[in-house]
C-alpha cells in the first residue's frame, strides 16, 4: 500500500486544489466560473485533519498560493506546501477549462504519485471537483463561508456511498504592512 505521508500528501493535494479552485458546467457558465477562481485566488493557510480511515486523527496545515489562469480562461495554478509534524511536502495543482468541463492534476497526475481532476461544477460560493486515480473515486467540496474562509471537504466513493475522509479549514492570509500617515 501507500506510505502515510504518502497518502497525506495526496489527500492534502487534492484539498489544495479545491482550495484555490473550481470547475465548471457549460459554456455559459464560463464568465462565473472565471469570477470564481478569481475570487479564491490569493494565499490561504490553515488546518486540516484526516478523518476517516487508517490515519484517523492525524492532524496537519497547509500554506496555498493560487493564481487564477490568464486570459479568459477559467483554471488556476496551485503551489505551496502541507506539513505534518517535522514533515513538509510541496503542493502543486493545475486545472484549466476543457469544453464544459475542467481536467486538471494534483502533484504529477494519477500516473505519478498524484490525483487526476475528471470533472467539476460551480454554482455561487461551492465548487465540486471529480477527483480519480486508478480505482480511486471521490470528489473535493470547497466552501466559501466568507470572503477570508473556507472550507474543504474530500470524500471517497466506497461501493455506492461518498465517504469524508479529510477535512480543511483555511483562512486568507493578507499582508500585515502597517500604514500610517506622515505629518
Known sequence: MFSRLSLIARGVAAIALVAALGAATPALSGARDKAFFDKVAGQWKGPGEIVAGKYKGTKFTCDLTGEPMSG??????????????VFKQPMSATI?????????????????KGLDVVSGNVAKDKVVVGINRKQLNGAMIARLQDEETMNITISVKVEETMVP????????????????SIK
Not at 480562461?73 to 496551485?78: H, M, P, R, S, V
Open 72 to 85: 479568459a480562461q477559467a483554471g488556476l495554478k496551485l503551489d505551496g506546501f502541507c506539513r505534518v509534524g
Open 96 to 112: 484549466t477549462q476543457k469544453g464544459n468541463s475542467y481536467t486538471g492534476k494534483f502533484l504529477d497526475g494519477a500516473d505519478g
Open 165 to 180: 475522509v479529510i477535512g480543511v479549514s483555511l483562512n486568507r492570509q493578507m499582508d500585515t504592512i502597517a500604514v500610517g
